[in-house]
Antibody, heavy 120, light 108 residues
Framework: QLQLQESGPGLVKPSETLSLTCTVS????????WGWIRQPPGKGLEWIGS???????YYNPSLKSRITISVDTSKNQFSLKMNSVTAADTAVYYC??????????????WGQGTLVTVSS | EIVLTQSPDTLSLSPGERATLSCRAS???????FDWYQQKPGQAPRLLIY???NRATGIPDRFSGSGSGTDFALTISSLEPEDFAVYYC?????????FGGGTKVEIK
């Protein structure tokens, strides 16, 4: 059974860099796309970006200048770095697998999410 | 950027009733690249419908999706207690992906 687990600091200071890692177990990270999605408390979902196991990346244009998503196939992990964070970046951050379903692409497996609070 | 507007914000219904959720896109969207997700409190979203009308694995047939162009809908034919949740529509293309703001289906 595929499982994804987010890890990283739960508290980040304003202007600093948020760093999260998603560890994939139960399947190889190779072959699929993977993504990060966030959800501010009490609000809706926002796609952050996606990465293929080869390292090709796709970023939300509104966040592109501040984010880097990378993959480490040897550890079966992918990671998110977001710099210059503000309180607006406080959210639950989810990692998810993106796979092809017929002619579509879907997020079919998700991590449980991790709350990151930006505060001094 | 294509914006998805979901309506209503909240739908108050009783178990057994029919629910119809709407999602309108600011520009035409490919039917292949339009999905619905369900989210319950404290849980990650779960894929319900992909490609406008295809149920994901394990999703009961009381859930159905329809639409094209800029107007899409999710219908729950007869609400079960476990269906009370928030539903998000989502679209994507080669360069971006956006979610709607969500519709909460609550028990009346």
């Amino acid at each position: 059974q595929l499982q994804l687990q987010e890890s990283g600091p739960g508290l980040v200071k304003p202007s600093e860099t948020l760093s999260l890692t998603c560890t994939v177990s139960g399947a190889s990270i190779s072959t699929y796309y993977w993504g990060w999605i966030r959800q501010p408390p009490g609000k809706g979902l926002e796609w952050i970006g996606s990465i293929y196991y080869t390292g090709s990346t796709y970023y939300n244009p509104s966040l592109k200048s501040r984010i880097t998503i990378s993959v480490d196939t040897s550890k079966n992990q992918f990671s998110l770095k977001m710099n210059s964070v503000t309180a607006a970046d406080t959210a639950v951050y989810y990692c998810a697998r993106r796979r092809q379903a017929s002619s579509s692409w879907v997020f079919d497996y998700w991590g449980q999410g991790t709350l990151v609070t930006v505060s001094s | 950027e294509i914006v998805l507007t979901q309506s209503p914000d909240t739908l108050s219904l009783s178990p057994g009733e029919r629910a119809t959720l709407s999602c309108r896109a600011s520009q035409s969207v490919s039917s292949n690249y339009f999905d619905w997700y369900q989210q319950k409190p404290g849980q990650a979203p779960r894929l319900l419908i992909y490609g406008t009308s295809n149920r994901a694995t394990g999703i009961p047939d009381r859930f159905s999706g329809s639409g094209s162009g800029t107007d899409f809908a999710l219908t729950i034919s007869s609400l079960e207690p476990e269906d009370f949740a928030v539903y998000y529509c989502e679209r994507y293309d080669s360069s971006s992906l956006t979610f709607g703001g969500g519709t909460k289906v609550e028990i009346k």
